[in-house]
């Protein structure tokens, strides 16, 4: 009796104290940048990699040499079609106030216009495209640290090559794998890193069990980084519930 007794209260005592967990706390997302478009190396920043960049820094330029040149033909095209819509249009409207005027001149004087209209919607989207692809041809981070670069100057890359990698640091982050009724108990806990209360916070639930830890759910607990400075992540560390 004294020894069921006994194992009752070691059950019960087992129940007061928290879990541990051995976890490692990771930044929050890691980014990989692949070449959405073709071209060789322009320029490459390779100072800033295993660095976090805070301000508006280009990090890598793919050559866009053909580009520019086509673009500065597109807006000279633009400017002069633009004058062009404004003469047609002018010509329409006096000629269509002319009562002697046939209905067949007429039409052949709005058409005209309408095709200088036409020529210069296709211009101004020739333009857009152009921007656009220059656009992806430059990198440019901030607030986030560069892992890797994984191109050199004068370097060719295609479409769906690994440009460089980098993490978003802006909050820091611990995994657990919990059974379902320590997660319905979480409101209700602290979690606790290293013995120090923290201010980690539910990001994630997974729904569905761990493939891997069959009878637990994966969830994910995210805090603001307060020290973007601290690179050194990957850290194991003790992390209690209670």
Not at 70 to 84: F, G, N, T, Y
Not at 170 to 181: A, D, Q
Not at 211 to 221: L, P
Not at 231 to 239: M, P, R, S
Request: net charge positive; glycine share 2%.
């Amino acid at each position: 009796m004294i020894k069921i007794v006994l194992i009752m209260c070691l059950i019960s005592l087992s129940s007061v104290f928290a879990k541990e967990y051995m976890t490692q706390i990771n930044p929050n997302e890691k980014i990989e940048i692949k070449s959405e478009i073709s071209g060789v190396v322009k320029w490459v920043e390779k100072d800033l990699e295993s660095s976090f960049v805070k301000t508006h820094k280009i990090l890598l330029q793919i050559n866009s040499r053909d580009e520019e040149i086509e673009l500065q033909k597109q807006k000279q095209s633009l400017s002069l079609q633009k004058e062009l819509v404004r003469i047609k249009e002018k010509n329409y409207q006096a000629k269509n106030k002319i009562k002697q005027l046939s209905l067949y001149d007429k039409n052949n004087e709005k058409l005209s216009f309408l095709e200088s209209k036409k020529e210069l919607i296709l211009i101004q989207q020739n333009i857009k495209k152009l921007l656009n692809e220059i656009d992806k041809k430059v990198f440019v981070v901030e607030n986030k640290y560069i892992n890797t670069i994984f191109v050199k100057k004068d370097t060719y890359v295609n479409i769906g090559d690994k440009l460089f990698d980098m993490y978003d640091i802006s909050k820091l982050k611990i995994t657990l794998y919990l059974t379902e009724n320590e997660i319905k108990r979480l409101d209700k806990k602290a979690i606790f890193v290293d013995g120090v209360k923290s201010d980690f916070t539910v990001n994630k639930i997974n729904k569905i069990k761990d493939e891997i830890k069959v009878s637990r759910y994966k969830v994910e607990f995210t805090k603001i980084n307060k020290n973007l400075d601290n690179y050194f992540f990957n850290k194991v560390v003790k992390v209690e519930i209670k």
